[in-house]
């Protein structure tokens, strides 16, 4: 588990979805940084190695915005 404050457990997250045939691929990260977004796109090449292209649209928490989760 990773520290947190206020005795709050974390999981970082970062997946991707197949739109075609609905297909998950998803990983734990200590953090979400530009080196798990990189390993995470070298997993996605390997399972679609004849992807023409891998598009990129992500939501970033909001922590002001974010209560209750």
């Known amino acids: 588990m990773i520290s947190t404050i206020a005795s709050r457990t974390r999981v970082n997250l970062l997946g ?5 045939t609905m297909d998950v691929t998803i990983a734990a990260y200590e953090t979400i940084d530009s080196k798990a977004m990189e390993k995470h796109f070298e997993a996605l090449r390997k399972k679609y190695p004849k992807a023409p292209k891998i598009s990129l649209y992500y939501q970033q928490r909001n ?3 974010c209560r209750g989760l």
């Open 16 to 20: 991707s979805i197949n739109l075609e």
């Open 63 to 65: 922590k002001a915005g």
